[in-house]
Every structure is written in C-alpha cells, then in structure tokens.
C-alpha cells in the first residue's frame, strides 16, 4: 500500500475503534444513569406513598378521638342505651367507588370493656356479640391505648360491619399467565383500615372502646392521593405517567391503574415473582416490570397488619416508555454526536495525511537535491516541511556533508599535487642526473680554456659569460636533485620559534627589508618538533623573501604560531603584497612554475619548499586573493617524546615586537 492509504488506512481504524469504544462506554452509561436515576425515583416515590398510607391510619384514629370528644359515649355504655348515638348515622358513607368526604367511614362500633357490641352505626341490628377476634380491638383493650392497623376481614364479617360493604367486597379475579396461581375465581375478603379508641371515665376506669374502619376494596382515596402528590397528573404521549396500587394478597383491590377497557384494573393478580419476594419472603421488589398492559418501573413494600403479618403490598410505578424513550433519544443523539466525530475525525485525519505526504515530498525532492550534487542546498522557510525537527536535522546533514565534501576535496587536491610534486620530483632527480654530467664536461673544459687564454684574448669575456651561465644551471640543477632526495641533515626536536627567528635575523637587515615592517605573534609555549633546522631555515628564508619580491620593498609581513586542536604547531606568513590569481593557485608548487617576471626566478622556491615541508611529515597551504595579499600556514606534527618536557620558549622570540 502507499504511504498515504496507510496513513489514512491506520487513522481510520483508530478512529473507528475508539467511535466503538466511546459508543459501548456510552451506551452502557445511558441505560445505568437512566436505570438508576428511574430506580431512585420510585424508591422515593414508595416512601411518599409509605407515608400517606400511614397518614391515613392516623387521620382515621384521629378521627374516632374527635368523635369520642364529641358524643355521649360514656353515658352509652354505662346506660346500655345506643339511642344517645343516632345522630353518628351521617358519618358512615354511603357511596360504592369514589368518596368526596374524606372524613366519612364504612364501618363504627362502639363496644364495652369486655369487647361486647353495644351499637354498630351502619347496621343497628347487629350488637351484642362479642369481637375480640379483632386482634386491633383486642389490643386496644389490654394495652389501654389507642390502636390502628390494616386488617383482613371476611366478607360475612364486613356484612354485620356494614351489610351495604358487600359489593365492593366481590370482586371478580382477573388471572394473566405471568400471574401467581389462585383457586379462587372471586375476592372474598377485604382489607380494612381498623382503629380503636379506648373510652375510660374520669377516674381512669376503661368503659369500653369505639371502633372505627374504612374499607380498601374498591376505595380510590389513598392510591388517588399518592398519584396526586407523587406524579401530580404528569401524561406522556396522552397517558399518566405514574400510578399506584393497594394489594390484598397478591389481587389488587385498589387502583388506578387503567386496563385495556379503560377500566380501573381491579381483581389483577400480581406476578409470581414478585408476589414470592414481597409477600413470601418479606422483601421490598424494585425493578422493571410488566403490569396489567405495558411495562413499569415499579416498586412493591409489604402491609402488615398489627401482629407483623404480611396481609397485602403498596405499590407505585412509572412508566418506563418515557424513560425508556429518554434513554432512546439520548443513545441516537449520543450516536450522532460521535458518528459526526468519527467523521470529523477522518476527514481530519486524512488532511493530515495528506498534509504529511506534501511534507515528506519536500523532504524528498531536498534528498534528490543532495544527491544530485547540490550539497549547498538548505530548507528555506518557505519551503520547509513543517517538521521542524526534522528540517533543522535536514539542513544540519547538508552543511554536515558540504563541510566533509569540501575538505575531501582539499585532501584531494592536496594528494593530487602531492603525487604530481611527487612524480615531477622524480622527473626533475632523472633529469639532473642526466643534465649534471655533461654540466660538470662543460664547466671543466670551459674552464681550462679559459686558464690558457691571453687576458686580451676577444673571446675571454664570452667565455666567462659561458663559465657563469653554466654554473648557474648546475645550480638549478643541484636544487632539483634536493627536492627529489630526502634531507641528509640532522633531524631532531626542535623549537619552531627559534628557527623562524634565525631565519629572520637573516633577511632582516637586507635592502630588501628596509621598507617593509615585520610583526610576528609567537606563541611563546609550543611543544618541539622533529625537523632538520637548515633545511627549515631554507623554507623560511623562501617565503620571506618571495613576500619581498611580492610587496615590491613595502608592507607588513607577519608571522604567527600556535598550537591547533588537533595537537599540532601551526606557522603562518602573510604579506600585503599583489597576492596570486586564484588560477594559479593549485599550480604555485609545481616546478619551474613562477609567477614573476621573467629572468626573475626559476620556480623552483615553492616545490623545495613543499618538498622540504613534506619530507617533516607536514603540510603547507596557501591562501591568496588579487590585491589583498598572501597566506602561507604551515602545519607540523608535534615531537611526541617531548610529553615529558616543558615546552621550549624561543629566546630571541620577542611577544608583539615590530621590526622595520
């Protein structure tokens, strides 16, 4: 694959998987946030309706107090005459379903201390017969305190209660095949909310007790209330949000939870599971669950009656289609956002991609420049990649091999003209051979002639003429034969210092001198050198006298030494002369090449020179430009076996002395 389908390739997965992540974390988060937060609600919608449940037994114990405070019960009771109590008629309730007078009861007895009827309100008929079966009766009698619970009574029961009760009492049961399994076909009991007031005389004596309840069955008051107050008549999408729900056993006998035919759904039967948690085991049920025609997050509590046995459940629930919509919406816009991301996301990610390609071109077409030759070639601003790093690691490469380049090609020309040198040297060593014999025949006999000649003779002078030239080419002869051979003189340590100052005290005080001013900067610390010092002086004498000739009798000449980093002695001359056309420079130590006038010199200064500077192991450069003077650095190796001495310091080298 090319480099840019596997970058946009890798940034696409990458982005995937983690779109993939992000969805399933945040998925997962959405249904527990919802589902806890749905949980929590009815968790505290139960305990509102807990509260409510035990407001009412406590409005109706209130209740029988007021009446108590109100009517001549004890007179009753200790007369046996229920006549002083008609007028109680107008407190039981006369309605089936729905009650607007919350005060009213279904059922009002008045009995003795001995829990024999004296006067049942709803049925007159029915009294004498003793009721402490009525285990809240019972206990309102012993303890001598007020009672209030939730009980179970048989419908014969609530007909000599009140025998108008019986209608609600029967209700048909309704079984579903998530439902638990009942035998019976109609609910013959009802749950009644029982209170007892005991009635004492002055001095403490108990009279008796008044006896009041209300009948669950089919009595919308509480779980109508508990929707009020808990869901305040909130509706999604036209149905009620929330509902609840009183339990005999597992049959629901109070309700509003609305069934297909639009009907309170009375005589539904709990589901199995929930009924063996809530009513076999005791334990409160919140989770999701399907009730009667759609599903809810419900939550069920037990009701126990006044001995601790479970007799029915308090339930509320809220529909889950909002929340379960609210979790819909949230998961689709949660999805939306991070597939708008993920496409973002690549979009940007294959704009980078690209823009990662365009750099790594300008990179490349850098690298072609490099390898085409161009090693001076540098990433301008404009033109950089972006990468800086990698521009300022591009850039540094290319000065870094433009440096080496440079000094290979010096190292090549030096080896170059070494070779030449080399070859021209032998050259020049066969040719004096072969030139100095017959040089030699020719002085001879020129001479011996010339001792035999009359001092008048015509042709002395020319023959002197001869005799001279001739020792002058012997001369030049000689020098090519000591730039070929290795020097025969003494080669040990020296001071590079006290060689240039003998050179100097020899040329200093010549003519040629006089207009020029010498300043010289010896470093007065040098290690030594190994060096023959004659032939050193040689070197030395050439090039001040060849910066003579080149500044014509005027100028500076000056001269340096130090010690290099690399552990060297380096020695440098300049003059202020007419200085070299650069076109002659790689020639300038060949032999017989010269750049004076000519008759003025035989080239042959600068090849000894080189020579000489070569047979020591070292190496001289020069550095001319037209006008502006020349250059000459001679670099030494330095004596290693003086390591253990101190330098040597010249003792005529004077530190920044002027002669002129």
């Known amino acids: ?127 004498g017969d003793v009721i402490l079966w009525d285990p809240v009766v019972r206990k309102c009698l012993y303890e001598k305190k007020p009672q209030a619970s939730a009980v179970v ?7 000599d209660q009140n025998p108008r009760l019986a209608s609600r009492v029967l209700i048909p049961i309704v079984k579903t095949p998530q439902s638990v399994e009942v035998r019976e076909t109609t ?72 069934n297909a035919d639009q009907q309170r759904a009375i005589g539904t039967i709990v589901s199995k599971e929930v009924y063996d948690q809530v009513i076999t085991r005791g334990e409160d049920w919140i989770g999701r669950a399907f009730v009667v025609n759609d599903w809810y997050i419900s939550s069920y509590t037990p009701i126990y009656d006044i001995d601790r046995n479970i007799i029915g459940m308090l339930y509320t629930g809220i529909l889950e289609a909002k929340y379960r919509d609210i979790k819909l919406n949230t998961m689709w816009l949660f999805l939306g956002i991070t597939s708008l991301g993920m496409v973002v996301a690549f979009f940007i990610s294959f704009r980078l991609g690209q823009s990662i390609i365009r750099r790594i071109r300008i990179l490349k077409q850098a690298t072609e420049a490099i390898s085409s030759g161009n090693l001076e070639y540098q990433l301008p601003p404009g033109r950089s990649s972006g990468f800086d790093m990698l521009d300022e690691a591009f850039n540094n490469m290319a000065r870094s091999l433009k440096d080496r380049d440079d000094r290979l090609q010096k190292a090549f020309h030096r080896i170059t003209r070494t070779e030449r040198l080399a070859s021209l040297g032998q050259m020049a060593a066969g ?73 100097l005290n020899l040329v200093k005080d010549q003519s040629m001198f006089l207009g020029i ?88 200064g600068l090849s000894i020179t080189y020579g000489i500077i070569q047979k020591h192991n070292g190496f001289i450069d020069v550095d001319s430009e037209p006008g502006k003077g020349t250059t000459f650095i001679i670099t030494l190796p330095v004596y290693l076996g003086s390591e253990d001495k101190p330098g040597m310091k010249s003792s005529d080298a004077i530190q920044g002395a002027e002669i002129g």
């Open 1 to 127: 694959m090319k480099l840019q389908s596997r970058l946009v390739m890798g940034f696409l997965i990458a982005t995937c998987l983690t779109g993939a992540v992000a969805t399933v974390v945040g998925i997962t988060t959405i249904n527990k946030s919802t589902l806890d937060e749905v949980q929590r609600k009815v968790q505290q919608d139960i305990n509102t309706a807990k509260l409510i449940y035990r407001h009412a037994l406590e409005r109706l114990e209130y209740q029988l107090e007021f009446i108590y405070l109100r009517s001549p019960l004890q007179e009753a009771i200790l007369n046996n005459d229920p006549g002083a109590l008609s007028g109680l008629e107008g407190l039981i309730r006369t309605g089936t379903h729905y009650f607007d007078d919350r005060r009213a009861l279904d059922m009002l007895t008045l009995v003795d201390a001995n829990g024999r009827v004296i006067y049942r309100v709803a049925n007159p008929e029915a009294k």
């Open 153 to 159: 009574m048989s419908l014969e029961t609530i007909k």
């Open 187 to 258: 609910l013959s009991q009802g749950m009644v909310l029982r209170a007892a007031y005991p009635i004492f005389l002055k001095d403490g004596t108990l009279l008796g007790a008044l006896i009041g309840g209300i009948l669950l069955n089919r009595d919308y008051n509480i779980v109508d209330t508990i929707k009020e107050t808990v869901y305040q008549h909130e509706t999604y999408r036209g149905r009620d949000i929330g509902f609840a729900t009183i339990f005999l056993g597992g049959v629901r006998v109070s309700t509003n939870v609305i």
């Open 431 to 503: 040719v004096a051979h072969e030139i100095n014999n017959p040089l030699g025949g020719i002085l001879l006999y020129s001479n011996l002639v010339l001792e035999e000649m009359e001092n008048d003779h015509p042709c002395k002078g020319n023959l002197e003429k001869i005799i001279y030239q001739t020792n002058r080419c012997k001369k030049i002869v000689q020098n090519l034969l000591d730039f070929a051979r290795t020097p025969s003189g003494d080669m040990r340590p020296i001071s590079i210092n006290d060689v240039i100052t003998t050179s």
């Open 517 to 604: 001013t010498v300043k010289h900067d010896l470093s007065p610390q040098l290690p030594l050198i190994m060096g023959d010092s004659s032939r050193l002086e040689e070197v030395f004498l050439n090039l001040f006298i060849n910066a003579s000739d080149a500044m014509e009798g005027r100028g500076v000449l000056t001269i340096s030494t130090w010690l290099s980093s690399t552990n060297a002695v380096k020695v440098s001359i300049s003059d202020t002369g007419k200085g070299i056309d650069r076109l002659y420079l790689p020639h300038i130590f060949e032999p017989f090449f010269t750049t004076k006038d000519p008759g003025q010199g035989t080239g042959l």
